[in-house]
């Protein structure tokens, strides 16, 4: 509504302007069509030589949850400008709510449902618990303390055993179901790629109301001048500790569904790659930019899992002496870093500029010339 | 409607402003003079909330909302004593580890005392009435920060013009407008009826205030791409969205030519005579100054030399010293 | 009364500058009994290693408000690097008995590795850092994680992902005997070493001219620009000597402990930044306390059996500090500075 109204050109003009007029409704038809198309393009070479159908629509789905990880990340990066560099550190607390509430370990069997909700609340309230004190700081020792979290965190579901289990972490989890008509199985990828992209959707449609909302603004504004938000009446720090709680409660419910997805959780999911490949994904995308991030995640665990595996098997079959010794797999690291320092020195705004984000990043030519 | 009264504020040795008494009536325009580093900006940024005073007192409509903190070491208790219960059942739920109490106490006892913690944390960011007044009881009071005071009815601009440079102008309007809008985040996400409306209503009005101030047709230019004129008016426009009952302009007229001065002046007359909006502007271009204000303060050196209508001050003996003096002196 | 004021005034600032000193003998007075000399020298040592990482930390942070996340990754990089001089170059395997011989080849490991990783540390500087030197806060922030990350995926994919042994030049068995305890001469020498090695850069940073000019550009970067200072020039220093200082920290570590690994950055990092913030970021001798004091809380809390819970216990301390008193112990940069 106060977007700027850009001119709607182009062949499709009269579908993309009702679109944009009613976002949500084409945010539920994009993905319902991607993900009704994606399925499909698979059984096409090349892709069909490369994995089974099934496994596809497996990888689609943790694509899927990175890419919701990604935009919760964006949420606090690229709204609100706080560089938080433990965000692993909530996704691994959602998954351990529901590990606890839903397997043998802890002999309860709470249904899997109201679960992504106490993942959200627990996710929140951890977001809140680090941002409180926190928040007040300058954003770069924000960084330091976020980055410490999600190393505390780990070591803690590591080393509080009698509570986690420690390293061996929490196995077989209780799968989602609705009682009476679906059963979710391990075997069967398609329940969960039909949850996963429902969540995904209403994750989505949620953040860009979000975006643009009165807090939206306010998140801006902050990003922009901290000191000018604060004389427009703005409470910064709780603006920034509703950013914080957002981006963690959603990282919450994602860790909820992840360990339902996968069964088991381990301490070892949560280091700090992960945090870094979801900073990966956001920087990539464009900050600010929610569509550009969920693609951003999107193409780099394709990458990640697809491309450098099959690098691998590629390799094998022809036996080259050299690269044979070599794990691509273990390229994805490296790669994050890459992406991370390529994209802010050569296209700090992303592949897919946020429009607030480009604008914010131009100064940036003018400046290597050593100008003012 | 403004009262401060012996308002101090030193930065390390040096005392910016001095034990300044000042008032400004009900719908006045009232200016702050003097050379530089007399301590103008200060002292407008220890009115805004900015900067907290040193000593001294600023009342608000008759509601004091700043004086010097107090009991500052006080006030890491308030976090640590309801923390307290947390850390005794955090030991305990380190002894538990290694010992043999149930999984389920466990966590339990952790999320608990969690829960406890932030609460303590939120009280003290959030910040609510009552929790203010019982911290006044044990001694700690806090200046009201800037965004209180904009609540209170004090809106301000910025001597280089501070806009969110990458939002439209009707954003910056928006977000003006802030203390007024009551959308929360569940608002938002579940687009309430009352959400929509609100934003409707805050976008009619912010177009109303873009025209007031001669913005109109602009509502989607980029406020970096404004001219530096319009970006002055666009801030002032922005200061105004929050309704404020006394407006802070920081030096309005500088950088502009004698048209855009002479516009700018008639500008701020018409907020004060048309919004009732009482108006305290610094200012360097004297001939705004003579022209406009009811009432002027000097400031030199961090202390009022001087106050009084404007033909007063103009004969002053003291001003001309100020300006003067420090203008020879300047000359060798 | 104004006496009274004015003399008490003097007293509370008598008071004040002894506070460090009476502080520092009084922590040390309580721990060495708390602790025993071993722990305590053991303290000392893993305290002086934090306090040469921490430097980096705080002189960079000091020059350039950047927390270079990738400086603790530095340190695992000279560590590898002291790792790949003292076997491949010198040829070492386990520890050398020749004195002469044992003096040089010490000699020529920290030069070496020091000389190595200064000039990756201003490589980096030079490739990653200064394009952005006038980018939004975050860009350079995530371009050092970036940096962090690809330095230890390099090293770990050269070097696996397991703990990688360094030969202990220095012979373990040398001790001299303290009140009864024996006390490895290696420990003696790590912290003189480490000592030496501060104490030259206080005196760099005081007594000679780029000193003086890295002090004024981290008062006022673009005063001290207009003064004649060199601005590229004095923070490709900065960076020089701090990750020299990191590099030596490497090989002290390699002496002391015999082995690395690719994680090594990481958490070490965090502890040494941690100790920066405790001392006052952007202190340089503030970082040195700050080294000791987080190595006397790490190496306790494993005394007592809590050493798992150690890196919890030291982010706490981060925590509890940035909340309550963001300048640190002894002051300087003010932490919350907009």
Known sequence: MTRIADAVTGPFAPVRAFFRRHRSLGIFVGVALLSIALPLLTRVPPFDGIQSTNAWVNAFTTAAIYAMLAMGLNVVIGFAGLLDLGYAAFFALGGYTYALAASPFSGIHLPFWPMLLAGGIVGAIFGVLLGAPTLRLRGDYLAIVTLGFGEIVPITLMNADKFTDGVNGIGGIDKPSIPGILQFTLINPWPMYGLVLVLFTLVMIMIYRLEDSRLGRTWDAIREDELAAESSGVNTVIAKLQAFAVGASIAGIVGVVNAAKITIVTPDQFRFAVSISALAAVVLGGMGNTIGVATGAFIIYLFQSILLKQLNTLVENFNIPVLNQIDFLEFQYVLYGIVLVLMMLKRPQGIFPARRRMREFAPLKIGKGGLK | MLKARGVTRKFGGLVAVNNVDFEIPRGSISAIIGPNGAGKTTFFNVIAGIYAPTAGTIELDGKKLISPPTGAGREPILLVLPTIPFIALAIYFLMAVGGDTGLVEGVASVAVALLGFVSALLLNIVRPAWYNRFIKRIGVTRPARPNDMVAAGLARTFQNIRLYKSLTTLENILVGMHVHLRGTLLGALFKTRQVREEEAAAEQRARELLSFVDLAGMENELASNLPYGKQRLLEIARAIASRPKLLLLDEPAAGMNPKETEEMTALIRRIRDDLGITILLIEHDMRVVMGISDHITVLDHGEKIAEGLPKEIRNNPKVIEAYLGRGAAAGH | ?338
């Open chain 3, 1 to 338: 009364m104004a006496t009274a004021n004015v003399t008490s005034a003097s007293a509370g600032r008598l008071l004040g500058n002894l506070r460090l000193p009476i502080g520092i003998v009084l922590f040390l007075g309580i721990s060495l009994p708390i602790l025993g000399i071993d722990q305590f020298v053991n303290a000392l040592t893993l305290g002086a290693i934090y306090a040469l990482v921490a430097l980096g930390y705080t002189m960079v942070y000091g020059i350039i408000e950047l927390i270079n996340f990738a400086h603790g990754d530095v340190f695992m990089v000279g560590s590898f690097v002291a790792m790949f001089i003292s076997s491949s170059l010198l040829g070492a395997e386990g520890s050398i008995t020749n004195v002469p011989m044992l003096a040089a080849s010490v000699l020529l490991l920290f030069a070496l590795t020091i000389a190595v990783m200064a000039l990756i540390g201003a490589l980096i500087e030079r490739l990653a850092y200064r394009p952005l030197r006038r980018a939004p806060k975050l860009a350079p922030l995530i371009t050092a994680i970036g940096v962090s990350f690809i330095l230890q995926n390099i090293i770990q994919f050269f070097f696996g992902p397991t703990i990688v042994t360094v030969p202990q030049l220095v012979p373990i068995e040398w001790s001299i005997q303290v009140s009864g305890s024996r006390v490895p001469l290696l420990n003696i020498f790590v912290i003189g070493a480490s000592v030496a090695l501060m104490f030259a850069l206080q005196v760099f940073i005081s007594r000679t001219r780029t000193g003086r000019a890295m002090r004024t550009t981290s008062m006022d970067r673009d005063a001290s620009s207009l003064m004649g200072v060199d601005i590229n020039r004095t923070i490709m220093i900065t960076f020089l000597i701090g990750s020299g200082l990191a590099g030596a920290a490497g090989v002290v570590h390699g002496l002391y402990y015999g082995n690395t690994s690719f994680a090594l950055g990481f958490q070490s990092g965090l502890k040494a930044f941690t100790a920066a913030v405790l001392g006052g970021i952007g202190n340089t001798a503030g970082a040195a306390l700050g080294g000791f004091i987080i190595a006397f809380i790490e190496v306790g809390a494993s005394a007592f059996g809590y050493g798992r819970w150690g890196g919890a216990v030291v982010f706490s301390l981060l925590v509890i500090f940035l909340v309550f008193r963001p300048t640190g112990l002894l002051g300087s940069h003010s932490g919350d500075r907009a």
